[in-house]
């Protein structure tokens, strides 16, 4: 199995509107709730794509019991092993602009989380560890949480011998990539606050330098960059498209740990990530890609491999 580790789940709001103008008023057309946050998003994916997956992380209060309700509900979703905490999960609120197909995002804070509930955590995790196949940490570090969380469990997944990947940004990114993570998959503005360099693939080769064993950058709309063992790699859709990118990189994240768990290459993983993440723009939420789109661009991926690497 894939174990996802979300410890800042989020139940999933996106109102469409037909046109958002600041300051009206606006009557929602069309209203979707999904069980969410980075890793929950992953997870969801990996289970669409016919792989046991199993979400582990924090939830609680009523917004917690909503999130597990729906979760529960998913044909064949992942399977829940939430540690209950006391605080209210959060909300995240996608509003779609129909007249021009651009999404604007409200993120609550998460709940602040105890030592106890880190604790109870943390026992979950190492329980779950020997059974998994790869490990995807995803997402912000909820209030209470320190900084060197993601280094903490980075390190636990290696000394089990489990492949991790690392998706997050700021302080816990720099201390996480430290622990020395197989993958770590910023976005373009997540590597520059990293690196300080905003040219995308002396940003990643340094990325790399600090840890990781492969980059995989987010380059929005013209795909991927890998720095990787193996090589260099640009990978991008035929063509950009309109739609709602809330989890799109959740996507690629589990293209990326799909293909690693099935052995495949890096061409045909990063063919993968971007077909996905390019699917999910077109689909209404996070945690869903339209597959007759995602079946069409697997064919038609440009991935290229470069001479140089860090």
């Known amino acids: ?72 509900a998913l044909p064949q979703g992942p399977a829940d092993a939430l540690v209950t905490v006391a605080g209210n ?50 997402g912000s570090l909820p209030p209470g949480i320190h900084v060197g969380a993601y280094a903490e469990l980075v390190r636990l997944a290696r000394s089990a011998g489990v492949p991790v990947l690392l998706d997050t940004g700021g302080e816990p990114l720099r201390r996480g990539i430290a622990a020395r993570p197989d993958l770590v998959k910023p976005n373009a503005d997540e590597l520059a606050q990293l690196t300080g360099a905003r040219e995308p693939l002396r940003a990643t080769c340094d990325a790399r330098r600090r840890g990781a064993r492969s980059v995989v950058a987010s380059l929005g709309a013209d795909g991927l960059l890998a720095v990787t063992p193996d090589g260099t790699f640009r990978a991008a859709p035929p063509s950009a498209v309109r739609g709602n990118p809330t989890g799109a990189g959740d996507s690629a994240v589990a293209g990326l740990l799909s293909a690693l768990a099935e052995g495949l290459g890096w061409q045909d993983r990063l063919t993968r990530a971007v077909a996905l993440s390019t699917a999910t723009v077109l689909a209404p939420a996070a945690g869903e890609f339209d597959r007759a789109a995602y079946e069409d661009l697997l064919d038609r991926v440009t991935v290229e491999e470069h001479a140089s690497a860090a």
């Not at 509107?17 to 069309?30: D, F, Q």
């Not at 995002?105 to 943390?122: M, S, V």
């Open 1 to 72: 199995m894939i174990l996802t580790v979300t410890l800042n789940t989020a139940l999933d709001l996106t109102y469409a509107v037909p046109a958002l103008v600041p300051h009206g008023s606006h009557r929602v057309t069309e209203v979707t709730e999904r069980p969410g946050g980075k890793g929950v998003n992953v997870a969801r994916v990996l289970s669409a794509l016919g792989h046991t997956t199993v979400v582990t992380g924090f939830a609680g209060g009523s917004t917690g019991a909503v999130l597990r309700e729906l979760l529960g």
């Open 89 to 138: 999960t959060r909300r995240t609120l996608a509003v779609v602009d129909r007249s021009t197909g651009d999404t604007t995002q409200l993120n609550e804070p998460g709940p602040h989380i105890d030592a106890g509930e880190w604790a109870a955590f943390l026992g979950t995790f190492r329980e779950l560890l020997p059974e998994a196949e790869a490990v995807a940490l995803c």
